[in-house]
C-alpha cells in the first residue's frame, strides 16, 4: 500500500494520468453515425466500397458449390447473380424494418455444410446428366432453406429471442463477438497465401493506406482511411492482370491458376448481358425432413452469431447497445431473407455480413444510407450480368487479404465490452478464458476428425441427426457464445458483487425499448410503423 501511494506523489504524475478510460456506451471517434449519412458524392462511394467488400464471399460460396452440384460456368454465373440480388433486398429489408443498422445481410458459410451434405445424398448419386443433377441439388437446397427460415421467423417474430436476450451481459457478449470476427481466421492468411504474390501485397496496401498515409499526410487523412479499399484493390487487380497477360503462371499447377489468374473464374463469359432473378428460377423446391433439421441447425447457428454481429454493428455505428425488441425483430427479418434465399434459389442462406462489418470500423462511417446505397448496387450489377461479373472476377487472395483487417476489428469489438467487466474478477477470467478457448478447441476437434475420418465425430445412422450436431459444434461463434451465456447466467448470479463484476447494470437502461430516449432515435421504425409493431 505504501508503495502505491509513492506511485502518485513522487513521480509528480497527476492523479487523472492514472485513472483508467472511461466507458463509453456509444463508440467514440466515428466520423457518421447511423442517422447521419455523409454527403451524396462521399455516400455513393461508400456504398460502391460495401458492394465490392460483399463480392467475396459472394462469390467464393457458389464457386466452391456450383460444381460439386454439377452445374458449369452459366450456372455458377447465375446462382451469383442471384445470391447478390437477394443480398440486395434483404440487406434493404433489414435496414428499413429490421433492427435498422447498417448491416448487409449477404451469404453465409453456417449454410455450406448442409448444404454439400445435401449435395452428397444419396438419391442423387445416380443422376447421369451433371446439369440435371446440379438442377435437383437446387431444389432440394431450397426446400431445405424455406424450411429452415421458420425457425428464425418464429423466434425472432415471437419475441422468444427477446427474451434469451434480456440475459446477456457484456461478459457473455465479449466471447461471442469476439470469436464471431477471430473464428474466422481460416479464411484470411490461409486464402491470402494460396497467391501470396497479389493476396500479401494487397494485405500491405491496405495497412499502409488505412492507418499510415492519413497521418503522413494530413491534408486528404478522411480520403486515405475513408477509400483504402477503393485505392488497394484496382492497384493490386491491375498487378494481378499484368502477371496473368504477361505469362507469369503459364507453366504452374492448375490449383495456382485458378487463384492467382484474373481469367480463370469462368464468370464473365458465363454471365448474361441482363438477366432479372425470380423465385422458383430453377423449378419447385423438393423437401426432405433429414435435410431440412439439418438446415435448421444452420439456420440456429447463424441467429447466434447475427445476434454477435449486429451488437458490434450497432457499436461501430456509434448506436446505443441494442434493445432486445429490436434484436429480435431483426432476427425475424433474417428470417424472411432465409426464405427468400429459398425461393430464389442461391444454393446458400444469409446472415449478417461480418466483412461489411470491419469495414465500418475501418472507414469509420456507421451510416445506414451507405449500406442502403451499396444494396442498391447489389440489386443493379446483379441484373446487368456482364458488368457485375467483371468486379466479381477479382482473384479470391486480394478478398482474403481484406478479411485479414476486417475480420480483426470485428473480434476486437467483442474485447472493447470487457471495459463494463471487472477483469480483476476471478469468476470474470474463468468465463472469459473458458469459453473462448472451448470456442476454438471444440470446433478444432470436430473439423480434424472430419478431415481424417470423411465424416463428423458424431456417425449414427441417422444421417440428419449426424448432420444437425456437426453443424452446431463447427462453429467456433456458436459454441463459445453458448459457454459464455450458459455459465455467465447460472454461476454465483444472485451473488451482489458478480451483477456488477459481469457489467449487467451497465445495459439495464437499454433492456426496454422506452427506458433511453436514444433508442427511438437510432432504431424506430420509418413511416409511422412504430404505431402498429410497437417496440417494447
Known sequence: MAGGGGVGGGGGQKQDDLAPHPVKDQLPGVSYCI???????????????????????TVIIPTALVPQMGGNNEDKAVVIQ???????????????????LPAVIGGSYTFVLPTISIILAGRYTNEPDPHTKFLKIMRGTQGALIVASALQIIVGFSGLWRNVARYLSPLSAAPLIALVGFGLYEL????????????????????????????????????FDRFAVLFTIP?????????????????????TQFHCRTDRSG?????????????????????????????????FVALVESTGSFIAVSRFASATPLPPSVLSRGIG??????????????????????????????????SRRVVQISAGF????????????????????????????????????????????????????????????????VPQYFNEYTSVAGFGPVHTRARWFNDMVNVLF????????????????????????????RGYHWWDKFRSYRTDTRSEEFYSLPFNLNKFFPSV
Open 35 to 57: 442517422t447521419s449519412p455523409p454527403p451524396w458524392p462521399e455516400a455513393i462511394l461508400l456504398g460502391f466500397q460495401h458492394y465490392l467488400v460483399m463480392l467475396g464471399t
Open 82 to 100: 442471384t445470391l447478390l440480388f437477394v443480398a440486395g433486398i434483404n440487406t434493404l429489408l433489414q435496414s428499413f424494418f429490421g433492427t435498422r
Open 188 to 223: 484470411g492468411f490461409p486464402s491470402v497465401a494460396k497467391c501470396v504474390e497479389i493476396g500479401l501485397p494487397e494485405l500491405i496496401l491496405l495497412v499502409i493506406f488505412a492507418m499510415y498515409l492519413p497521418h503522413t499526410i494530413h491534408r486528404m487523412k478522411s480520403i
Open 235 to 255: 492497384i493490386v487487380w491491375l498487378y494481378a492482370y499484368l502477371l496473368t497477360v504477361g505469362g507469369a503462371y503459364r507453366n504452374v499447377s492448375p490449383k
Open 267 to 299: 464468370l464473365i463469359g458465363g454471365a448474361p448481358w441482363i438477366r432479372v432473378p425470380y423465385p422458383f428460377q430453377w423449378g419447385a423446391p423438393t423437401f426432405d425432413a433429414g435435410e431440412a433439421f439439418a438446415m435448421m441447425a444452420a439456420s
Open 333 to 366: 427479418w433474417q428470417g424472411v431473407g432465409i426464405l427468400l434465399d429459398g425461393l430464389f434459389g442461391t444454393g446458400n442462406g444469409s446472415s449478417v455480413s461480418i466483412e461489411n462489418a470491419g469495414l465500418l470500423a475501418l472507414t469509420r462511417v456507421g
Open 378 to 441: 447489389m440489386i443493379f450489377f446483379s441484373i446487368l450480368g456482364k458488368f457485375g461479373a467483371v468486379f466479381a472476377s477479382i482473384p479470391a487472395p486480394i478478398f482474403a487479404a481484406l478479411y485479414c483487417v476486417f475480420f480483426a476489428y470485428v473480434g476486437s469489438a467483442g474485447l472493447g465490452f470487457l471495459q463494463f467487466c471487472n477483469l480483476n474478477s476471478f469468476r470474470t477470467k474463468f468465463i472469459l478464458g473458458f469459453s473462448v478457448f472451448m470456442g476454438f478447441s
Open 474 to 501: 463447427s462453429s467456433k461463434a456458436f459454441v463459445g457464445g453458448i459457454v459464455a451465456y450458459v455459465l455467465d447466467n447460472t454461476l454465483h448470479r444472485h451473488d451482489g458483487a458478480v451483477r456488477k463484476d
